[in-house]
C-alpha cells in the first residue's frame, strides 16, 4: 500500500507565509502527477496546484503568482510554498499522487489525511 504524509499547516496571519509537504511511502513504483486540493467549510473540495512527474505545473487561477507547487522526485516529496495568504485561502489541504504500485501497471489515486491553514489575525 501507499501512504501519503501531510505536514506544515497552522495558523498564519494575513499576508503571511507557509509551506506544505506531503511525503509518499510505500509500495511505489513511479509517481506521475502531485497535487494540493482544498476544500473550505461548506464547499466542495477543488484543486490548487499540480504538478507532473516532468516538472510541469498548473494552478488555480485564485492562487496563481502567490503559490508554488515543487517536488523532489527522489523523495517522493510534494511541497506548497503559499505566499501572501488571505483568509479565503483557509481550507483543510490535502495531497494527492497518482501512483504506479510496485508489480502493477495500474496507477492508483491515493490522498492524504489533510492539513488545516488557517489565514485569520
Known amino acids: 500500500q501507499v501512504q501519503l504524509v501531510e505536514s506544515g499547516g497552522g495558523l498564519v496571519q494575513p499576508g503571511g507565509s507557509l509551506r506544505l509537504s506531503c511525503a509518499a511511502s510505500?509500495?511505489?513504483?513511479?509517481?506521475?502527477?502531485m497535487g494540493w486540493y482544498r476544500q473550505a467549510p461548506g464547499k466542495e473540495r477543488e484543486l490548487v496546484a499540480l504538478?507532473?512527474?516532468?516538472?510541469?505545473?498548473n494552478y488555480a487561477e485564485s492562487v496563481k503568482g502567490r503559490f508554488t507547487i515543487s517536488r523532489d522526485n527522489a523523495k517522493n516529496t510534494v511541497y506548497l510554498q503559499m505566499n501572501s495568504l488571505k483568509p479565503e485561502d483557509t481550507a483543510i489541504y490535502y495531497c494527492?499522487?497518482?501512483?504506479?504500485?510496485?508489480?502493477?501497471?495500474?496507477?492508483?489515486?491515493?490522498w492524504g489525511q489533510g492539513t488545516q491553514v488557517t489565514v485569520s489575525s
Open positions: 510505500g509500495s511505489i513504483f513511479s509517481i506521475n502527477a
Open positions: 494527492n499522487a497518482a501512483v504506479v504500485v510496485r508489480g502493477s501497471t495500474w496507477t492508483y489515486n491515493y
Open positions: 504538478i507532473t512527474s516532468g516538472g510541469i505545473t
